[in-house]
């Protein structure tokens, strides 16, 4: 935790952060208007095969337009998050329903929750961007673990990603094919399927636009960097200034579900000429993170701090000013 000087009383971190949570809902409120008003019909009525084949704004303009607001609340994307469940814990759930979910699949995993952090200017309020859960699968020698990236102060805490892990016992090790045919039946037909023949794995990747709507595969390739990989709003994402124009003109719309299935074999072609591995898997990691909602409490906690900053600055000004020096 880093030290730093108090908000004064007038001041103070709990009423700068009620005011950032007012404004942060104000300018969601006005964002989803500017939206509805600008967005051209064509996008409204949007069929996946049509937003599927859209092309993805360059990211090196000098000047990037911040991307649509995408309306988390709307049908669309809920069902989307209803649809990407993994381990039983959807996108947008508290923290607290998303336990109940995982522990009444398994009771067996315990929770152990990432140390929290603090800011310079709010030194006294702890950030939780991250809480883990282990234990044994449901199976014999098998082990299961989930991650799960929360959402920061001055936003209620929901989850914004999900990694699980399983690594498979020796005697009930799935097929590779059965893996693939059992996460397309889930999840649907992928925008990406792709292999690593030097480390016996296969990445799968579903991306979905702000619509909710599957993209083809050369929009994917363009965005896949975005976030195939567990996120979570750490204070390196807050605190560096660099990284949040990168997550706002690429990464912002798009909701990305990743799966690694790691095999003991090389890998073959299939019917439709696609690689995949053949023979047993070893282990399975499924990933899925919200881009809008990291993006969302990235920027939320961002402004909270500089208005916490900017407080202490005129805190020092103020005391600055009183003090006299003994000649």
Known sequence: MMAGGMLTPALSAQSVWQKMKQS??????????????TQ????????????ASDGMASSGAASPAAPAAVDLSSPTMKALYRKLDIGGVQLGMTPQAAQAALQSRNRALVKYEVQPFAFTDLPNTEFTSRVNFKGPAARKDETESISLGLTLQPMQPEVLSIFRGTDYAIDYQPTAKNTVAALQAKYGPESLLEDSPSANEIFILWIFDGGGNLVSKARAEKIRSCGGNFREPSSG???RDALLPHWNTNCEP??????????NFANALDSHGRSLPTGLLTGLQVVVTSNPLFTKTV??????????????????KKAADKNVPTL
């Open 24 to 37: 942060v809902q104000q300018a969601e409120r006005n964002a989803q208007a500017q939206q509805h008003r």
């Open 40 to 51: 051209p019909a064509s996008a409204k009525g949007s069929s996946p095969s049509a937003a």
């Open 237 to 239: 994402y807050i605190g």
């Open 254 to 263: 798009y909701t990305i579900l990743k799966a690694i299935l790691k095999t």
């Open 299 to 316: 920027t939320a906690t961002r402004q909270m701090i500089l208005a916490a900053k900017a407080a202490n600055v005129q805190k020092n």
